[in-house]
């Protein structure tokens, strides 16, 4: 079964830092570009980064400099290291195969003091 699971959402202060991750399961995910988007409420989901099968990456304006997409082949798994994170970061991060039009479930970032 085709699955994806985010992880490592949470709560965090205004500069602090969170790992997200995107375990694969059901396919081989070093096959396909990778990509995170993120999502608030009655806004449309956006792309904050993508990792292609040759380890390219690219990012959203708005995250260069703070974020890092990065993917371990051997646990199938995307990462997601958000640093300096601002409250504008608040969102549910969903993580996505273009290719395949997979989406996991999402896991929700909130940045507040």
């Known amino acids: 079964q085709v699955q994806l699971v985010e992880s490592g959402g949470g709560l965090v202060q205004p500069g602090g830092s969170l790992r997200l991750s995107c375990a694969a399961s059901?396919?081989?995910?070093?096959?396909?570009?990778m990509r995170w988007y993120r999502q608030v409420p009655g806004k449309e989901r956006d792309l904050v980064a993508g990792?292609?099968?040759?380890?390219?990456?690219n990012y959203a304006d708005s995250v260069k400099g703070r974020f890092t997409i990065s993917r371990d082949n051997t646990k199938n798994t995307v990462y997601l290291q958000m640093n300096n994170l601002k409250p504008e970061d608040t969102a549910v991060y969903y993580c996505?195969?273009?290719?395949?039009?997979?989406w996991g479930q999402g896991t929700q970032v909130t940045v507040s003091s």
């Open positions: 996505n195969v273009p290719m395949l039009g997979f």
């Open positions: 990792i292609n099968s040759f380890m390219s990456t």
């Open positions: 059901g396919f081989t995910a070093s096959r396909y570009t």
